[in-house]
C-alpha cells in the first residue's frame, strides 16, 4: 500500500534562513511525489512534483524539492524563507488505481516563519 | 482563470439532518475527485469521478454519502443523517485530461460543523 509520512508538525524557521520540510514514502513501483500548500481558509495549492528525472525539482514560490531513492525521502526545501510562506504543508503519493490516480497525503507539516 | 468552486463554504448542521456541497470544477477538467479533511489531518479520498461516471467510491466512510456528477461537470456530495463524525473540511479537486499523472487543482473546500 501507498503511504506517506511527515515527521513533523511543526517546523519554525527564522526569516530568510533556509528551510526544509521533511516527508518519506512507501510505494510499490516508481513514486510519484507531490507537494501541496494550504493557506487558512483557503484550498491546497499545488507546488511541484516528482515523475522521473532530475532529483531536484523546482516549483513555484521558490521552492524545490530533493528526491532520494535510496532514502525513500521527498524533503521540501527553500534557500531563504519569507514570512509570507508560514502555512501548512502537504505531501502527497500517487496511489494508481485502474487507470487514475488518487493521492495519497501525509498528516501536514505546519511551517511557521519568524520575522 | 477560474478555479474550482465549492458552495457553501461554511455548513453548520443538526445532528441526523441532510447536506449537500457542491463542487464547480474547472471547465473541461474530465477527472473530479472528493476529499475529507478532518482536522489536524491530511486530506482523504473519497470518491472519483470521470465525466459522469463514478469509477471509485471506496473511500466513502459509510452508505450515508452520496456523490454524483450527472452532466459531467458539476458534482454534488451528499450526506444523509449526518453525525457529529462528519464535521470535517470537504475538498474538491480536478484534473484535465490527458496527463499521465494527474495535478489535481483544489478548491477552497466546505467546513461543514455538525452539533
Known amino acids: 500500500a501507498q503511504s506517506v509520512a511527515q515527521p513533523e508538525d511543526q517546523v519554525n524557521v527564522a526569516e530568510g534562513n533556509p528551510l526544509t520540510v521533511k516527508c518519506t514514502y512507501s510505494?510499490?513501483?516508481?513514486?510519484?511525489l507531490f507537494w501541496y500548500v494550504q493557506y487558512p481558509n483557503r484550498g491546497l495549492q499545488f507546488l511541484l512534483k516528482y515523475i522521473t528525472g532530475d532529483n531536484l525539482v523546482k516549483g513555484s514560490y521558490g521552492f524545490e524539492a530533493e528526491f532520494n531513492k535510496s532514502q525513500t525521502s521527498f524533503h521540501l526545501k527553500k534557500p531563504s524563507a519569507l514570512v509570507s510562506d508560514s502555512a501548512l504543508y502537504f505531501c502527497?503519493?500517487?496511489?494508481?488505481?485502474?487507470?487514475?490516480?488518487?493521492?495519497?497525503f501525509g498528516a501536514g507539516t505546519r511551517l511557521a516563519v519568524h520575522p | 482563470g477560474a478555479g474550482v468552486s465549492q458552495s457553501p463554504r461554511y455548513k453548520v448542521a443538526k445532528r441526523g439532518q441532510d447536506v449537500a456541497l457542491r463542487c464547480d470544477p474547472i471547465?473541461?477538467?474530465?477527472?473530479l475527485f472528493w476529499y475529507q479533511q478532518a482536522l489536524g489531518q491530511g486530506p482523504e479520498f473519497l470518491t472519483y469521478?470521470?465525466?459522469?461516471?463514478?469509477?471509485?467510491k471506496s473511500g466513502l466512510p459509510s452508505d450515508r454519502f452520496f456523490a454524483e456528477r450527472p452532466e459531467g461537470s458539476v458534482s454534488t456530495l451528499k450526506i444523509q443523517r449526518t453525525q457529529q463524525e462528519d464535521s470535517a473540511v470537504y475538498l474538491c479537486a480536478s484534473s484535465p485530461p490527458g496527463l499521465a499523472v494527474e495535478t489535481q487543482y483544489f478548491g477552497p473546500g466546505t467546513r461543514l460543523l455538525v452539533l
Open positions: 469521478f470521470q465525466n459522469e461516471a463514478q469509477l471509485d
Open positions: 471547465s473541461g477538467h474530465v477527472s
Open positions: 502527497a503519493v500517487r496511489a494508481p488505481s485502474g487507470g487514475y490516480n488518487k493521492l495519497i
Open positions: 510505494v510499490s513501483g516508481n513514486p510519484y
